[in-house]
């Protein structure tokens, strides 16, 4: 599962260099709908929790697909064909800071010693690389 999973991640920064972002992004949305469909439908047997009123979960769901998947696949295309896939990947363990940063000041939750060891490694290694291909271009 890991080394699919690994696989799956490169493929799909290797597919981002496809001329066409908009499209691609529908795509890649679309497959996710459908994939996450799939796997609740499976593990999720009540159907009430299908349903989706005029409340917060459906603001939750707008700006889920529409911000953290639409613009967020599309601006990684475009970085993807002006930068390379290098960089934007070497961005993607920010993102393991960014949620425990956020969940820190907004749920209150505990940051422990490994955690900010793990940061400087992240920060650290993604300063070297942004370096290095700064020195090679």
Do not use: N
Not at 21 to 32: K, R
Not at 46 to 67: E, H, K, P, T
């Amino acid at each position: 599962m890991l080394i699919a999973s690994c696989g799956g991640w490169a493929s799909f920064f290797i597919l981002q260099l496809y001329p066409a972002e908009l499209s691609m992004t529908s795509w890649i949305c679309f497959l996710g709908i459908f994939e996450g469909a799939i796997a609740a439908l499976i593990f999720e047997r009540d159907m009430s929790v299908w349903s989706i009123g005029w409340d917060s979960r459906l603001l939750a769901c707008v700006y889920s697909g529409v911000v953290c998947s639409g613009m967020a696949y599309y601006i990684q295309g475009v970085v993807t064909r002006e930068r390379g896939p290098v960089f934007v990947t070497s961005f993607s363990p920010l993102c393991m800071i960014i949620t425990a940063a956020l969940g820190s000041i907004i749920l209150a939750e505990q940051i422990h010693l490994g955690s900010i060891i793990g940061a400087i490694i992240i920060v650290t290694g993604l300063y070297t690389v942004v370096w290095g291909k700064k020195r090679t271009v």
